[in-house]
């Protein structure tokens, strides 16, 4: 029986027809170039108002922008990455024990993207948790390896508090008070998507992941930093963004793109697979509380400029989001203004 995930130690020579994209769909690397001007974003630099200047560029022009000096330690991110792809390195039968693809589940490990619901396959596999309240979730975590539990909690709790202080300077950025952006987005949840790329025979002919935007608040990305493969859409043209061994790749969500009047861009991304090298990549993404209503403060509009989005809840977008295929249009143009 073919196995249900990619990590299967199956060395693959050529890759399997479900996951072959059209002509037209394929990722061309040859006509993508290095993302060179996105703001790399010193957080210990003690000039908020230049720091405050490069999150507006970002946010407006890319969608994203990078961090370093951000306060999370080496030792914890290492130790993230270590027991990550410790995780995937586990035997076959361990992992399909966590395995499902029903993505109303608050920890499973799975493969693509939506496989109910997708009719061509993504070249990854998946460990998708609930990390917040840490004491709800962490129990339901995996036990194997047996450090799991601990370094990934730690992590998660110093990527809440980054995040915490990136909404605030987003929010000072649109010229808002600081809290006013997480004061709307309520008691927010935290999800983590492990991501696992493995070697693939014919990367020219699929995604990791197809372009898509992120459905929560605001993403923090752990890239390889050996292995590249995150590309942004700017401008029409996908950029490549190497990885900086330091940083932290941050993306506005769908929510921030609301809540910002359209202000900010939820940034198209894609991650592209390689022949020789695996690839990890840890997104945390911080999401609006369930009943948290998406609505631009008024400061905003105050020099009347249109409402761009109708007011809904985040469980009302979740919904749509995830029964939606993800090589679709923006999710956000289904609530806009008429
Ligand atoms: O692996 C990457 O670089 C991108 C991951 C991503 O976009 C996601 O998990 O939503």
Same mark, same amino acid.
């Given at each position: 029986?073919?196995?249900?995930?990619?990590?299967?130690?199956?060395?693959?020579?050529?890759?399997?027809?479900?996951?072959?994209? @059209?002509?037209?769909?394929?990722?061309? *690397?040859?006509?993508?170039?290095?993302?060179?001007?996105?703001?790399?974003?010193?957080?210990?630099?003690? $000039?908020?108002?230049?720091?405050?200047?490069?999150?507006?560029?970002?946010?407006?022009?890319?969608?994203?922008?990078?961090?370093?000096?951000?306060?999370?330690?080496? #030792?914890?991110?290492?130790?993230?990455?270590? *027991?990550?792809? $410790?995780?995937?390195?586990?035997?076959?039968?361990?992992?399909?024990?966590?395995?499902?693809?029903?993505?109303?589940?608050?920890?499973?490990?799975?493969?693509?993207?939506?496989?109910?619901?997708?009719?061509?396959?993504?070249?990854? $596999?998946?460990?998708?948790?609930?990390? %917040?309240?840490?004491?709800?979730?962490?129990?339901?975590?995996?036990?194997?390896?047996?450090?799991?539990?601990?370094? *990934?909690?730690? %992590?998660?709790?110093?990527?809440?508090? !980054?995040?915490?202080?990136?909404?605030?300077?987003?929010?000072?950025?649109?010229?808002? $008070?600081?809290?006013?952006?997480?004061?709307?987005?309520?008691?927010?949840?935290?999800?983590?998507?492990?991501?696992?790329?493995? @070697?693939?025979?014919?990367?020219?002919?699929?995604?990791?992941?197809?372009?898509?935007?992120?459905?929560?608040?605001?993403?923090?990305?752990?890239?390889?930093?050996?292995?590249?493969?995150?590309?942004?859409?700017?401008?029409?043209?996908?950029?490549?963004?190497?990885?900086?061994?330091?940083?932290?790749?941050?993306?506005?969500?769908?929510?921030?793109?609301?809540?910002?009047?359209?202000?900010?861009?939820?940034?198209?991304?894609?991650?592209?697979?390689?022949?020789?090298?695996?690839? !990890?990549?840890?997104?945390?993404?911080?999401?609006?509380? #369930?009943?948290?209503?998406?609505?631009?403060?008024?400061?905003?509009?105050?020099?009347?400029?249109?409402?761009? /989005?109708? #007011?809904?809840?985040?469980?009302?977008? /979740?919904?749509?989001?995830?029964?939606?295929?993800?090589?679709?249009?923006?999710?956000?143009?289904?609530?806009?203004?008429?």
């Amino acid at each position: 029986m073919e196995s249900k995930l990619i990590s299967s130690g199956i060395n693959y020579l050529t890759l399997p027809q479900s996951y072959v994209r @059209p002509e037209s769909e394929r990722p061309r *690397v040859s006509e993508v170039s290095d993302c060179k001007k996105v703001p790399l974003i010193d957080l210990s630099c003690g $000039d908020r108002s230049l720091i405050l200047g490069q999150i507006r560029d970002g946010c407006r022009n890319y969608g994203f922008f990078q961090v370093i000096n951000h306060g999370i330690s080496k #030792d914890v991110v290492e130790k993230m990455v270590k *027991v990550a792809n $410790d995780f995937f390195s586990l035997p076959l039968e361990e992992k399909l024990k966590l395995y499902s693809d029903d993505p109303s589940k608050t920890m499973r490990l799975s493969t693509s993207f939506n496989v109910q619901k997708e009719t061509v396959h993504n070249w990854r $596999d998946y460990l998708r948790l609930h990390c %917040y309240p840490l004491e709800q979730y962490v129990p339901e975590w995996p036990s194997n390896p047996s450090s799991f539990k601990e370094i *990934v909690s730690n %992590y998660c709790k110093e990527v809440r508090e !980054l995040g915490f202080r990136l909404q605030e300077a987003v929010a000072e950025s649109l010229g808002l $008070d600081k809290g006013c952006i997480k004061d709307v987005l309520g008691e927010q949840g935290q999800h983590m998507a492990i991501n696992y790329y493995p @070697p693939c025979p014919e990367p020219e002919l699929t995604y990791g992941l197809p372009a898509h935007t992120d459905p929560n608040a605001l993403t923090i990305l752990l890239q390889d930093s050996n292995v590249a493969g995150l590309q942004v859409l700017k401008d029409g043209k996908w950029l490549a963004v190497k990885p900086h061994p330091d940083a932290f790749v941050v993306n506005i969500g769908d929510q921030l793109q609301a809540l910002s009047n359209g202000m900010y861009k939820s940034v198209w991304h894609r991650a592209i697979v390689n022949a020789d090298k695996a690839r !990890l990549s840890v997104a945390s993404f911080l999401c609006p509380c #369930d009943q948290a209503v998406m609505s631009a403060p008024k400061a905003l509009t105050a020099d009347g400029s249109p409402v761009i /989005y109708r #007011d809904f809840t985040y469980a009302e977008y /979740y919904k749509k989001f995830w029964s939606r295929n993800l090589d679709q249009e923006h999710c956000l143009e289904l609530f806009k203004n008429q």
